[in-house]
C-alpha cells in the first residue's frame, strides 16, 4: 500500500514536471476550431469547399496548430441571417472556440462578426463580402481571406467600360453582396463613361428568373451584369442561355457566376466574362501544388472557395506558430496574423490595416471545364476600408 502510494505520487509530480516543460500548449488541452458555414440551401456546395480547403491547409502544416491538436465543433448556419446571433454563440459561448471559420453569407456575416467583435475569439471570414466587416466593423480579431464584395464588380465595371460598352442592365440578389457588387460595378463603369439604365433585383435566394430575362430582351443593353453564386448562379447561366440570349448580349458576372458550377452548367456557361481574384489555372507552383493535393484529397477540382478555405488555415498555421500554440498569447498571435505573409493559389498576398487581402483581380473567361485567367483587370487592389478605426 504504502509503496503504491509512493509511486502514484512519483507519477504525479513527473505529470506536473511534464506538464511544465510542455508549457502552455499542455496546459491549454486542444485547439478549439468552429465552422460556422453554410452546410444546406442555395450555398451548400461552398460551404463544404470551403471546409475541404481549410483542412487541407492544415492536414499539410502537420494536422496541429502550433504543436497542439485540434478540436473542431460545426454548425449549419442556412445562410439565415436572422439565425446569426445564435448560431455563432453555439460556438463562442457554449462550445467555447478559439476561432470561428465563417461564413459565405454577408448578411450573416454581419451578425457573426458583431458577435465575434464582443468576445475574445478570433474571426477568419473565408467568402462573405460584406464591405462593412473590413470597414466600420473591423476589428483586430477579425480577418478575411476572400475579398470585398464591391471589388470584383470594380473590376469588371472597369472591363465593361474598356470595351466600350455604354447601356448595361444589372440583376442581383436584393442583399448586401448584390448590392454591394452591382455598387462596384457601376462605380467603375460610370466613371468610364458607360451608364447602368436599369437596376433590377429579386429576393435571395429565388430563382424566378423569367421575367428579369423578357425584361433585358425588350431592353436590348449592350451587355448583362450579374451577381449570383451557388446554386441559383447555375440556374442563372442556364436560363440565360435557354432564352437565348447568351449569344446576342453579352453576361458578365462577378466570377462567383462560373465559379465552382461548370459542371453543371455545361456549354451554358461556355466563353463568359467574370472578374475574380483567382483563376483555376493560375500558373504558379503554389496553385499548382494545391490543384494536385485537394484532387488527391477529395477527388474533386478545387474552387475560388475551397482557396479561400485554405488561406483561412494558412493564416491560422502561421499565427499559431509564432506563438508557440498559445492562444494565450492574443496581441502576439493578432500580430503575426496581421503581417502574415500568405502564400496563396491566388498569387502571394498580404493583409491590408483592415485585414483584408490585397490582390490582383482576375478577367477570366470559361473555356470548356475551367475558367481561364486572360488578363489583370485590376492590380493590387486594396479596398479602401472606409469606416475602418483602428
Ligand atoms: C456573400 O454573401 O457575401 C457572398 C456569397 C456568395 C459568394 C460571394 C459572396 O459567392
Redesign the pocket.
Known sequence: MAYRSGLTRVAFALAGALALAAGPAFAQGKVKVGFMLPYTGT?AA?GNAITNGFKLAIAEGGGKLGGRDIEYFTVDDE?DPAKAPENANKLIKRDGVDVVIGT??????MGLAKAVRDSNAILINP????DEITGPMCAPNIFRT??T?SAPGYAMGKVAADKGYKRVVTLTWK????D??VGGFKEAFEKGGGKVVKEMTLPFPNVEFQPFLTEIASIKPDAVYV?F??GG?VKFVKDYDAAGLRKTIPLLG?G?LT?GTLEAQGAAAEGLLTTLHYADQLDNPKNNAFRAAYKKAYGLEPD??AMQGYDAGQLLVAGTKAVGGDMSKRDALLKAMHTAKIDSPRGPFSLSRANNPIQDFYLRQVVGKENKAIGVAVKAYEDPATGCKM
Open positions: 450555398y461552398l445562410s459565405v453569407h454577408s448578411g450573416v456575416a467568402n462573405a463580402g460584406a476572400s475579398f464584395n442583399y448586401a453582396a448584390g454591394q457588387s451577381f453564386a451557388g448562379a462577378a462567383f465559379d475560388v472557395y
